[in-house]
């Protein structure tokens, strides 16, 4: 008797995956709906509205080709804006990564005689469930010259006042650790999932070698540690590129034109100057500066993400 080879009926299979598909593309759809109608529609009409004289308000409007791009530098104040954006975004980035590195850090280690973790976690966090108007206000209270929370400390302390929200360069100072404390949370988050990911057989392993800890960290957690880094310090800078509310209930622009930020300039061309073509040409000038820097940025994390 011949040997005969049982074979499986393939259509069969072929049915169940072209199921699991289609069950599959109906699950996103909703998803692919909602994206391209409050995302890609509303992008692609700003792009339209920056090649227009649109006042926002008529519905008659004109093509201007490239005149809203070429006077995006002979905006009032254009220097101002763009290093007050520039020097925001970095301040916060550097400023927010560094701090909840540190902080996920003192979180992770276990111990005796130390708070509560899960509480110390949460109250880490709380500033990230607070809207940017609400946080905003609570840090121009802080820092008022007269009864701000910050001034009676220092003169407690037998220190003289500061005027944190009309003094130039300070007061960009104070905008970015109010928006640092929001930040902070959530690379917090970040960092732990990472931290708690590595294996503590490497720390093992290293400490029976004689690797001090300022070495495991050096050697075992930054490497380790690269693709979280990676990701908290693209979206912190987007962040810090997009912001709006909280910088702006903090300082309201002042000293001068000093901290008023792109977005903001964006929004009083749009709904204050009624030059909404002016004011989306700003907004895609924005748009492909974060990009840019972005794109720089993934490329560089991710080539030192390779090496490790």
């Known amino acids: 008797m011949k040997n005969a080879t049982l074979t499986l ?39 339209r509205y920056s090649f227009t004289d649109w006042n926002g ?16 530098s002979k905006i009032d104040g254009f220097n101002e804006m763009m290093i007050a954006t520039i020097t925001f975004a970095i301040g916060t980035t550097i400023l927010t990564v560094v701090i909840s590195f540190i902080t996920a850090l003192a979180l992770d280690k ?11 976690r949460s109250l880490w966090f709380l500033p990230a469930l607070l809207s940017g108007t609400v946080v905003g206000m609570l840090w121009r209270i802080m820092y008022n010259f007269n009864n701000g ?18 003094t ?7 905008v970015i650790v109010g928006s640092t404390w929001v930040q902070i949370g959530m690379c917090v988050i970040v960092f732990m999932a990472g931290l708690q990911s590595i294996p503590q057989e490497l720390y093992e392993a290293a400490a029976i070698d ?30 810090g590129f997009k912001a709006y509310e909280l910088p702006y209930n903090i300082s309201k622009g002042m000293p001068g034109k000093s901290t008023l930020l792109m977005t903001q300039r964006i929004f009083f061309f749009g709904f204050q100057d009624f030059d ?30 390779d090496i490790y």
């Open 110 to 120: 276990k111990g005796k005689g130390r708070i509560n973790r899960g509480l110390m």
């Open 210 to 239: 004689g690797a001090v800890p300022r070495q495991q960290l050096w050697h075992i957690t930054l490497p380790m540690m690269a693709s979280s880094i990676t990701i908290n310090v693209i979206t912190t800078t987007i962040a």
């Open 149 to 166: 929370m910050i001034n009676k400390v220092l003169v407690s302390m037998g220190l003289e006042k500061i005027n944190w929200l009309e």
């Open 9 to 47: 009926p393939k259509r069969r299979g072929n049915a169940l995956e072209r199921g699991k598909n289609r069950a599959g593309m109906l699950f996103i759809l909703p998803s692919v709906i909602l994206c391209a109608m409050f995302m890609l529609w509303p992008l692609t009409e700003v792009v």
């Open 168 to 174: 130039r360069g300070l007061t960009n100072i104070a």
């Open 57 to 72: 308000v008529n519905a008659e409007y004109n093509y201007v080709a490239l005149k809203n791009y070429m006077e995006i």
């Open 276 to 305: 909404y073509g002016l004011g989306s040409a700003l907004s895609v000038f924005l748009l492909l500066i974060i990009a840019a820097i972005s794109l720089i940025q993934l490329i560089y994390l991710k080539k030192r993400e």
